[in-house]
């Protein structure tokens, strides 16, 4: 296992098009985690599953974006008819547990025109 | 919500030169983080602290836990110039938030 990996690494798709990312975490890391990240700025939260379970859910995650971690493996970020306040780079991390080390993938950078 | 203060925003220092910067929150963290990003990559973990007051060396970097539990510092010493990059400080609470919760980031350059 190489660590969290993160498909595709860039999207680019028009406006009012659906589009999805995939994450595959590390192997046995219980928690994964979907955040977003525009240019200057820290990673945000955006919504976090324990296993299959998905517990909390940023502000931020309007009713276009969903995510899914079906068998608690990998999870998916979809966002339904896309703007171009979407665009951003979409991170995904694991960890164990709650309060261990969390591991970043590379990104999906997208970009809505 | 959580809200972590990093500073400074942005460093310019010359190669060899020691770095320092640091997290401060209002609220009480269980876990410190910190991460070093580089343009169009994810973030890459550097230094893991768990416990208040700990002090944690990574090769040229060191970094502690507060003991208010309230804040973190990192330092680099001896710079050089692959150090360039985003530094960011990140912290999971115990509260009913647990998520990781970042820094806005210290820019880093290093000066040849």
């Known amino acids: 296992d190489t660590g969290v990996s993160q498909d595709p690494r860039h999207k680019i798709t028009k406006r009012g098009q659906n589009v999805t990312f995939r994450c595959d975490p590390i192997s046995e890391h219980n928690r994964l985690y979907w955040y977003r990240q525009t240019l200057g700025q820290g990673p945000e939260f955006l919504t976090y599953?324990?296993?299959?379970?998905?517990?909390?859910k940023s502000r931020l995650l309007s009713d276009r974006f969903s995510a899914e971690r079906p068998k608690g493996s990998f999870s998916t970020l979809e966002i339904q008819r896309t703007e171009q306040g979407d665009s951003a780079m979409y991170l995904c991390a694991s960890s164990l547990d709650w309060n261990t080390e969390a591991f970043f993938g590379q990104g999906t950078r997208l970009t809505v025109v | 919500g959580q809200q972590l203060n990093q500073s400074p925003q942005s460093m310019f220092i010359q190669e060899g030169e020691d770095v320092s910067m640091n997290c401060t929150s209002s609220?009480?963290?269980?876990?410190w983080l910190w991460y070093k990003q580089d343009p169009g990559e994810g973030p890459v973990l550097l230094i893991a602290?768990?416990?208040?007051?700990e002090l944690t060396s990574n090769g040229r970097l060191t970094a502690q836990f507060g003991i208010t539990r309230k804040d973190s510092f990192l330092n680099i010493s001896a710079s050089i110039p692959s150090d360039v990059g985003i530094y960011f400080c990140?912290?999971?609470?115990?509260?009913?938030?647990?998520?990781?919760?970042f820094g806005s980031g210290t820019q880093l350059t290093v000066l040849p």
């Open positions: 990140a912290g999971i609470s115990s509260g009913s938030a647990r998520q990781l919760t």
């Open positions: 602290l768990y416990k208040a007051g």
């Open positions: 609220s009480i963290f269980n876990t």
């Open positions: 599953f324990q296993n299959e379970a998905q517990l909390e």
